[in-house]
């Protein structure tokens, strides 16, 4: 459902979400606190459905946000015409079949990234859903902060200069203890071979490329520190992804660049960073200070030249809507809020936002290349991959 030119308008887009969890509740808080924050806009979302393998977490999950109607059936959420949107917040395993079922009953989908385990899986979800006709949106969050958007429009209206490099890392340390125990992120069924290469570098990737551009090349590496975890039973598991991955990469307009992820970052928690450099200026931004963009322009006087820390503002996109004046800090859910409010645009105006599926399978075909590299010990060309 979208708002052709001349109809009524869009008053409310209901919403299937199948995966209770924790992200499945960000995604329901986001939902509510639009139109708190921006207001009704074109549309508002609400979710009239639940589905969860857990019926306890089904349940308690309806209960908690109101939803009327639950179920342990996936299925029951594809086939429910009253439906716009299918919202994806399960393991990565089972994203695709969900997706391809959703786009296949003609509704729109917003999933979760990454958006599979591989990216001849991704390509599929992406093709389906351009000869579908429907919206899609990846919930790469990170790309919706203010600063980000920020930071983009220096990039675009050439601040910067030529870009030359961009030096991207992930870390954080939650895997760090050997006491850590076995889950499904650390299983290839349902994570996928990539672990914190698909997990987090995906992250930084799509920061790359909605700031640079596209990766065309990669040589890349992983490891895994702790080969065997035990899991909820006490049963000891094979870890089967990696625990680490760095790669150096080469963008289409000609820019280097090496990346890194890793769970097991000792003293690190949401280490997400990047640094831009380019011929008349850099960023520097770290998510652990998200309201924060450090710049450094080369035309300053020589006695001058330094970074410059800039706070977020209501002159940059969207902040306005939460804070009327510099330096208040916004947070993890805030993002998703904004990010609620890219797919109620997106559903109103029949227009994708930035990071759609063909962007999650531009980021997936990466994640493969990489590890197509680390057991090959040899460049590979991003357009190798799924062809």
Request: with cysteine; hydrophobic share 40%.
């Amino acid at each position: 459902m979208w708002l052709p030119p001349g109809e009524a308008k869009v008053t409310v887009i209901k919403v299937g979400l199948i995966g209770a969890g924790w992200m499945g509740r960000a995604h329901a808080a986001a939902f509510e606190g639009v139109p708190r924050i921006f207001g009704t806009g074109p549309a508002t979302l609400k979710i009239v459905a639940v589905a969860d393998v857990s019926e306890e977490a089904a349940k308690d999950f309806a209960q908690r946000f109101g939803v009327g109607s639950f179920t342990t059936n996936w299925r029951d959420i594809i086939n429910d015409p009253d439906i716009d949107v299918v919202d994806i917040t399960t393991p990565n395993d089972v994203h695709p079949e969900i997706a391809l079922a959703a786009i296949a009953a003609g509704k729109h989908v917003y999933c979760e990234k990454p958006m599979a385990n591989t990216a001849r899986e991704a390509r599929a979800m992406h093709e389906a859903a351009r000869d579908a006709g429907v919206v899609t949106l990846v919930g790469f969050n990170y790309l919706c902060s203010p600063i980000q958007a920020y930071a983009r429009q220096l990039i675009e209206t050439g601040e910067l200069g030529e870009i030359f490099h961009f030096r991207g890392t992930f870390d954080n340390d939650y895997m760090v203890e050997e006491s850590f125990p076995f889950t499904w992120r650390t299983d290839a069924q349902a994570a996928g071979r990539a672990g914190a290469l698909g997990d987090m570098a995906s992250h930084v990737l799509s920061l790359a490329h909605y700031l640079v551009g596209e990766v065309t090349e990669v040589c890349g590496t992983r490891q895994i520190l702790h080969a065997r975890r035990r899991d909820a039973k006490g049963n000891e598991r094979t870890v089967e992804n990696d625990d680490l991955a760095h790669f150096l990469c080469r963008f289409r307009n000609g820019a280097s660049g090496y990346l890194e992820a890793s769970r097991i970052g000792t003293g690190r928690k949401l280490y997400l960073s990047y640094e831009i450099q380019g011929t008349k200026g850099a960023l520097l931004f770290d998510q652990e200070r998200m309201n924060e963009l450090n710049l450094y322009r080369v035309s300053d006087k020589p006695a001058e030249r330094g970074y410059k820390r800039i706070l977020a503002a209501p002159q940059h996109p969207d902040y306005a809507a939460f804070f009327g004046l510099q330096g208040n800090p916004l947070g993890y859910n805030d993002l998703k809020i904004i990010e609620a409010r890219r797919l109620i645009e997106a559903v109103a105006s029949g227009k994708p936002w930035v990071a759609d599926f063909e962007f999650g399978y531009v980021v997936d075909r990466v994640v493969e290349a990489v590890l197509v590299s680390a057991e090959e010990h040899r460049w590979v060309k991003t357009e190798e991959i799924a062809r």
